[in-house]
């Protein structure tokens, strides 16, 4: 078991381009979830999914945002038009069930210049 | 108002001193998490915690239910105690998700 795996770490993009993150919880986990972080600030809830299920989304996820978890297993999170307002660390969690231990990724940080 | 509240936000003390950080929440939980973060890296969950109070090496952690509050102790700090650490919950219910609060900067020096 190598933990929560996310690619890239670091993503450098233009404005009004779209970028995809890549989250690859550990195994035997079933519930996923991604999370934003911004300089001095805690995490901010996105979205998770059970299984394939998106099961909540947050009004800071807008309409440019998009996630997937297609088999259950990994799940990729698209950011269509980004703005600089889009620059944070982009955080993956995973856990085996609600209120058990929880599983962070490293973060992707991205940078919209 | 922030469903879960931090004190201190920063926090500098001197190598060997016993340290505090305190966590209020505002909503109904079925467990709480303390988080340390380094600089650059990823979230480490140090404890969860439902009631009572816990004990790793030199961190404790309590919980009151009834007064909603938690906090993080360190005991004999060190340099390398030097992170962001995070109080998030469990809200109740089977959909819920974890809430985080702005986190404590703790800097330990020489």
């Known amino acids: 078991d190598t933990g929560v795996s996310q690619n890239p770490r670091h993503k450098i993009t233009k404005r009004g381009q779209n970028v995809t993150f890549r989250c690859d919880p550990i195994?035997?986990?079933?519930?996923l979830y991604w999370y934003r972080q911004t300089l001095g600030q805690g995490p901010e809830f996105l979205t998770y999914?059970?299984?394939?299920?998106?099961?909540?989304k947050s009004r800071l996820l807008s309409d440019r945002f998009s996630a997937e978890r297609p088999k259950g297993s990994f799940s990729t999170l698209e950011i269509q038009r980004t703005e600089q307002g889009d620059s944070a660390m982009y955080l993956c969690?995973?856990?085996?069930?609600?209120?058990?231990?929880?599983?962070f990724g490293s973060g992707t940080r991205l940078t919209v210049v | 108002k922030n469903e879960v509240e931090q004190s201190p936000q920063n926090l500098t003390a001197q190598e060997g001193e016993f340290i505090t950080i305190n966590c209020s929440y505002s909503?109904?939980?079925?467990?709480l998490h303390w988080l340390q973060q380094h600089p650059g890296g990823g979230i480490v969950s140090l404890f969860m915690?439902?009631?009572g109070k816990k004990k790793h090496g030199r961190l404790i952690a309590t919980i009151n239910i009834q007064e909603k509050h938690s906090s993080l102790h360190i005991t004999a700090s060190h340099p390398r105690d030097s992170a962001v650490y995070i109080c998030a919950v469990w809200g109740t219910g089977t959909a819920s998700k974890l809430t985080f609060g702005t986190g404590t900067r703790l800097q330990v020096t020489l």
């Open positions: 909503v109904g939980i079925s467990a």
């Open positions: 969690a995973s856990s085996l069930v609600v209120t058990s231990r929880i599983a």
């Open positions: 195994s035997e986990h079933n519930r």
């Open positions: 915690l439902s009631s």
């Open positions: 999914f059970q299984n394939e299920a998106q099961l909540e």
